[in-house]
């Protein structure tokens, strides 16, 4: 989540590795990196630590876990932060979980931990455990976390939060209540049986610890805690975790986490809470050493050696004593640690070979029904004994047998066929209709990983020092950008074609006949000749179809056809929607195309893909507006300015530069997007231009803005004074009350009632005024169950011959869902300085 809870600035990251140029770029190991991960070898110890979204979890203590104490660490974030604000775009909703979910993929990166996810939905802030299980659907997000800790096998598990309101969100919470009943059902055989039979056995996690935290008012750390450092400075990487882990936390930037390095002791606390009780250490009575496993001491003893006679100039000398180790723990009876080490001692051969294999393509999408070429390169830079046997790629075969020289370049080019069969790239939690509170995941394999497998894997076959290994490449996009340089990104497989609708929504005002255009736009992703479609616009009301034909169409190229659509087909519908379904011809092949490909691309992460049924939402709905030009100050990201020109009013994007008296005097309403005063710090020099605009009778509209550790709004931003609070209601059901029934806002032009506040989604508002100054009015009061009335929800001031207006409600989530009631109150809140006598 992009919000602050108790112990946030304490959740810092370390380095595992060198974080690559781009978010993509295959890893560079170096010497030092790579004589880290063979003391790895020689500890047997694992930890998981739980709690609720991205950005939860103490990073520096997964950084110290991993690296300091070589422990396997895995981070289990029940959400994907899908229910936050963006600081970055205007991505909100499964949009925003997606761009979390890569952010916290970058953080562990960077860490060495792994990350875990369950099937719960970030449905917004929650102020009960209750709520949020209910949303989530208990059972199966305790499901979730019992299976992951089976197949993961922790010794300890750490939470982040208590069950109880010292958590200060009931997602963080309710990830605690989840964890304690997981870290006894997991070793339950009555409990979740059917995971048995999937490849699990039932696990006994030793113990249970809370890392308890201290910040601002809250303190939940105590001298008879167990007390750990973490606060180390690791010499092979030249940082301090602290300092390490600041480039971490700052992968998070939807959430405006960028933060400054530390250095010196940095004390954690952790509180027992179940198993067996620790007095010393996390570990206290858990043996992390190879004598665990039957013949492992035998294993110790080649590590040892291979550690005592590890040369940092030349770790290619070490390939030999390695394959051997590879061997010596091939040896072993099958278990949970042999699968592991065997997995860390193939990391470690390639590394200390220096091998370099990459399988690219210079498209960044494989279609369906069509071919796609494939550059293939392998160099064996330090010229270990190594030879390339085979090379795979879906049902190519190459056979070759070669004897890899040193630091020599072997390049192959193949082209493959695409099958009409290959699923497309969906991230696999998207791929069927999810519930209110969580997703639809019915394959079990599937459950807690943070992301797809690679749609195409090359394998290369290679037989280094007599020892035959298979690695497996992702095929990916590779090209070069002038400014950037060389850079990869994920290969996606898509449908031979997409369907986009706009606009994304449609305003008709009820009991006038209005029309409106759409346009449905096909996109060809690959070559068609004799091209026909049949092109079908759904409404509930009317469906109507087009045809085309007789032409070759080219990857790439876009046909658009427009249909007409009038609110006489809705008759008294409210709300409906129109979708598109295009049925192709290419020659004798038919392929249906309805799915939009929505791309979502930013620097410090992988660009990202999916795919969904595009629909334009249709309003038949009684407004009424006053004005016509607005100014928009856009803030963080939000759609609202695509609302408001549906809605009929000339909007214009103002920059820095454009507030001034004589461009703000054309304008009947100024209005600044969500987190505009937290993001632009110009706008406390534009103070007084804002406010003579007001006096003069404008018309100014703040949305909210934050106050946290991230950013606080410290400047004036209305004629006379108020506090921007962390007060919010996050019932999107509470009852409002109208404490000033006969107020302008609630009867012009539009009259507001009750009926206006139905079907909002995820919540009220947030960031409510408080110690509100008497000169504004609060028309409206709201508050969330056992909880006292708020009124900063909407606060009105009179200034001049203008109105100001600083609001919480959440327009910015409202508008796009296509809530009317929010459509109507936006209009009577522009119309403020245009009713006389107000």
């Given at each position: 989540m992009?919000e602050f809870?108790?112990?946030?600035l304490?959740?810092?990251?370390a380095?595992l590795y060198?974080?690559?140029?781009?978010?993509?770029?295959?890893?560079?190991?170096t010497s030092?990196?790579?004589?880290?991960?063979?003391k790895k070898?020689?500890?047997?110890?694992?930890?998981?630590?739980?709690?609720?979204?991205p950005?939860d979890e103490n990073?520096?203590l997964?950084?110290w876990?991993?690296?300091?104490?070589l422990?396997?660490?895995g981070?289990?974030?029940?959400?994907?932060?899908?229910?936050g604000?963006?600081?970055?775009?205007?991505?909100?909703?499964?949009?925003?979980?997606l761009?979390r979910?890569?952010?916290?993929?970058?953080?562990?990166r960077t860490?060495?931990?792994?990350?875990f996810?369950?099937?719960?939905?970030d449905?917004?802030f929650?102020?009960?455990?209750?709520?949020?299980?209910?949303k989530?659907g208990?059972?199966?997000?305790l499901s979730d976390?019992?299976w992951?800790?089976r197949?993961?096998?922790?010794?300890?598990?750490?939470?982040?939060?208590?069950?109880?309101?010292?958590a200060?969100?009931?997602?963080?919470?309710?990830?605690?209540?989840?964890?304690?009943?997981?870290?006894?059902a997991?070793?339950?055989?009555?409990?979740?049986?059917?995971?048995?039979?999937?490849g699990?056995?039932?696990w006994?996690v030793?113990?249970i610890f809370w890392n308890?935290?201290?910040?601002?008012?809250?303190?939940?750390?105590?001298?008879?805690?167990?007390?750990i450092?973490?606060?180390?400075?690791?010499a092979?990487?030249?940082?301090?975790?602290g300092?390490?882990?600041?480039?971490s936390r700052?992968?998070?930037?939807?959430?405006g986490?960028?933060?400054?390095?530390s250095?010196?002791?940095q004390?954690?606390?952790?509180?027992?809470t179940?198993?067996?009780p620790a007095?010393?250490?996390?570990?206290d009575?858990i043996?992390?050493?190879?004598?665990?496993?039957e013949?492992?001491?035998?294993?110790?003893a080649q590590?040892d050696?291979i550690?005592?006679?590890?040369?940092?100039a030349?770790?290619?000398?070490?390939v030999?004593?390695?394959v051997?180790?590879?061997?010596?723990?091939?040896a072993?009876?099958?278990?949970?640690?042999?699968k592991q080490?065997l997995?860390?001692?193939?990391?470690?051969?390639?590394?200390?070979?220096?091998?370099?294999m990459?399988a690219?393509?210079?498209n960044?999408?494989?279609?369906e029904?069509?071919?796609?070429?494939?550059?293939?390169v392998?160099n064996?830079?330090l010229?270990?004994?190594?030879?390339?046997n085979?090379i795979?790629?879906?049902?190519?075969?190459t056979?070759?047998?070669?004897?890899?020289?040193?630091?020599?370049n072997?390049?192959l080019?193949?082209?493959?066929?695409v099958?009409t069969?290959?699923?497309?790239?969906?991230?696999?939690?998207l791929?069927?209709?999810m519930s209110d509170?969580?997703?639809?995941v019915?394959?079990?394999?599937?459950?807690?990983?943070p992301?797809?497998?690679?749609a195409?894997?090359?394998r290369?076959?290679?037989?280094?020092a007599?020892q035959?290994?298979?690695?497996?490449?992702?095929?990916?996009?590779?090209?070069?950008?002038?400014v950037?340089?060389?850079?990869y990104q994920?290969?996606?497989?898509?449908p031979?074609?997409?369907?986009t609708?706009?606009?994304?929504i449609?305003?008709?005002?009820?009991?006038?006949k209005?029309?409106?255009?759409v346009?449905?736009t096909?996109?060809a992703?690959?070559?068609?000749?004799?091209y026909?479609?049949?092109?079908?616009k759904?409404?509930t009301?009317?469906n109507?179809t087009?045809?085309d034909?007789?032409?070759?169409?080219q990857?790439?190229?876009?046909r658009q056809?427009?249909f007409?659509?009038?609110n006489?087909?809705l008759?008294?519908?409210e709300?409906?929607?129109?979708?598109?379904?295009?049925?192709?011809?290419n020659?004798?092949?038919?392929?249906?195309a309805?799915?939009n490909?929505t791309?979502?691309?930013?620097?410090?992460?992988p660009?990202?893909?999916?795919?969904?049924?595009?629909a334009i939402?249709?309003?038949?709905?009684?407004?009424k507006?006053?004005?016509?030009?607005?100014?928009?100050?856009?803030g963080?990201g939000?759609?609202?300015t695509?609302a408001l020109?549906?809605?009929?009013?000339?909007?214009?994007?103002l920059k820095?530069k454009d507030?001034?008296?004589?461009?703000l005097k054309?304008?009947?309403?100024i209005?600044t997007?969500v987190?505009?005063?937290?993001?632009?710090d110009?706008?406390?020099?534009?103070h007084a231009?804002?406010?003579?605009?007001?006096k003069d009778g404008?018309n100014?509209?703040?949305?909210y803005?934050?106050?946290?550790?991230i950013?606080?709004?410290?400047?004036?931003?209305?004629?006379?004074?108020?506090?921007?609070?962390?007060?919010r209601?996050?019932?999107?059901?509470?009852?409002?009350?109208?404490?000033?029934p006969?107020?302008?806002?609630?009867?012009?032009?539009?009259?507001?009632?009750?009926?206006?506040?139905d079907?909002?989604v995820?919540?009220r508002?947030?960031y409510?005024?408080?110690?509100?100054?008497?000169?504004?009015e609060?028309p409206?009061?709201?508050?969330?169950?056992?909880?006292?009335?708020?009124k900063?929800?909407l606060?009105i001031?009179?200034?001049?011959k203008?109105?100001?207006?600083?609001?919480?409600?959440?327009?910015?989530?409202?508008?796009?869902?296509?809530?009317p009631?929010?459509?109507?109150?936006?209009a009577?809140?522009?119309?403020?300085?245009?009713?006389?006598?107000?």
């Amino acid at each position: 989540m992009n919000e602050f809870y108790p112990g946030r600035l304490l959740l810092l990251i370390a380095l595992l590795y060198v974080l690559p140029v781009s978010a993509q770029t295959p890893p560079a190991y170096t010497s030092a990196d790579i004589f880290l991960q063979l003391k790895k070898l020689k500890v047997l110890g694992s930890v998981l630590y739980i709690a609720a979204h991205p950005d939860d979890e103490n990073t520096r203590l997964l950084a110290w876990l991993a690296r300091e104490r070589l422990y396997r660490t895995g981070y289990l974030s029940l959400t994907r932060g899908d229910g936050g604000q963006n600081l970055i775009g205007d991505e909100q909703g499964i949009d925003l979980g997606l761009i979390r979910t890569q952010e916290l993929l970058a953080a562990r990166r960077t860490d060495g931990a792994e990350q875990f996810f369950s099937r719960a939905f970030d449905f917004g802030f929650s102020k009960s455990t209750d709520e949020a299980l209910e949303k989530w659907g208990k059972e199966k997000v305790l499901s979730d976390a019992v299976w992951i800790i089976r197949k993961f096998q922790p010794d300890i598990i750490i939470t982040r939060f208590p069950e109880d309101s010292r958590a200060g969100h009931g997602h963080h919470s309710a990830s605690a209540v989840v964890a304690h009943e997981a870290f006894k059902a997991a070793a339950d055989p009555n409990r979740f049986p059917e995971q048995l039979g999937a490849g699990v056995q039932t696990w006994k996690v030793k113990r249970i610890f809370w890392n308890t935290f201290n910040f601002g008012t809250t303190n939940t750390t105590s001298s008879d805690q167990l007390k750990i450092d973490v606060g180390g400075y690791n010499a092979l990487v030249g940082k301090s975790y602290g300092e390490i882990a600041a480039e971490s936390r700052s992968q998070h930037k939807s959430q405006g986490f960028g933060v400054p390095g530390s250095r010196g002791t940095q004390l954690e606390y952790f509180s027992f809470t179940d198993g067996e009780p620790a007095q010393n250490d996390l570990m206290d009575g858990i043996n992390t050493s190879w004598a665990k496993v039957e013949g492992g001491a035998a294993i110790d003893a080649q590590i040892d050696e291979i550690l005592k006679n590890y040369s940092i100039a030349n770790p290619e000398n070490t390939v030999p004593a390695l394959v051997n180790l590879y061997k010596g723990i091939q040896a072993l009876k099958d278990g949970y640690w042999k699968k592991q080490k065997l997995e860390e001692v193939q990391r470690l051969i390639e590394q200390c070979s220096g091998l370099f294999m990459e399988a690219t393509t210079g498209n960044e999408q494989a279609v369906e029904g069509d071919s796609v070429k494939i550059n293939l390169v392998i160099n064996n830079r330090l010229g270990a004994p190594v030879q390339l046997n085979k090379i795979n790629l879906d049902v190519l075969d190459t056979t070759l047998s070669l004897n890899l020289e040193k630091n020599r370049n072997i390049s192959l080019q193949k082209t493959f066929y695409v099958f009409t069969t290959k699923p497309i790239s969906q991230p696999y939690w998207l791929e069927k209709k999810m519930s209110d509170g969580s997703f639809t995941v019915d394959d079990q394999s599937l459950i807690g990983k943070p992301q797809n497998e690679p749609a195409y894997q090359v394998r290369f076959d290679l037989l280094i020092a007599g020892q035959p290994f298979s690695f497996y490449k992702p095929v990916q996009y590779k090209h070069t950008d002038p400014v950037k340089g060389e850079l990869y990104q994920p290969l996606v497989v898509v449908p031979s074609s997409t369907v986009t609708t706009e606009p994304s929504i449609v305003i008709f005002r009820k009991g006038e006949k209005q029309r409106a255009e759409v346009a449905i736009t096909v996109t060809a992703n690959k070559r068609f000749t004799g091209y026909k479609a049949r092109i079908s616009k759904r409404l509930t009301y009317d469906n109507s179809t087009k045809t085309d034909s007789n032409f070759t169409v080219q990857p790439g190229s876009q046909r658009q056809y427009i249909f007409t659509i009038d609110n006489a087909m809705l008759k008294d519908k409210e709300q409906d929607f129109v979708q598109a379904f295009v049925e192709l011809k290419n020659g004798t092949e038919e392929q249906p195309a309805y799915l939009n490909l929505t791309n979502i691309r930013y620097d410090h992460i992988p660009h990202i893909h999916y795919f969904y049924q595009d629909a334009i939402k249709v309003l038949n709905i009684d407004i009424k507006t006053v004005g016509k030009k607005i100014g928009y100050i856009e803030g963080a990201g939000d759609k609202v300015t695509i609302a408001l020109q549906q809605m009929g009013y000339e909007v214009t994007v103002l920059k820095e530069k454009d507030i001034t008296p004589f461009t703000l005097k054309q304008f009947d309403a100024i209005i600044t997007g969500v987190r505009a005063y937290n993001v632009h710090d110009y706008l406390e020099g534009k103070h007084a231009v804002l406010m003579d605009y007001v006096k003069d009778g404008g018309n100014l509209i703040v949305q909210y803005n934050t106050s946290n550790f991230i950013s606080s709004v410290t400047d004036k931003i209305g004629p006379y004074p108020f506090a921007i609070s962390r007060n919010r209601v996050t019932d999107e059901k509470a009852t409002v009350n109208f404490l000033l029934p006969n107020h302008p806002v609630l009867n012009y032009p539009n009259k507001i009632t009750a009926k206006d506040f139905d079907n909002w989604v995820q919540e009220r508002g947030i960031y409510f005024a408080d110690q509100v100054d008497s000169a504004y009015e609060t028309p409206l009061s709201m508050a969330d169950p056992n909880e006292k009335e708020q009124k900063g929800s909407l606060i009105i001031g009179s200034y001049g011959k203008g109105k100001f207006v600083y609001t919480g409600l959440v327009f910015f989530r409202e508008l796009p869902a296509g809530v009317p009631g929010a459509y109507r109150l936006l209009a009577n809140i522009i119309a403020l300085n245009k009713k006389k006598g107000f």
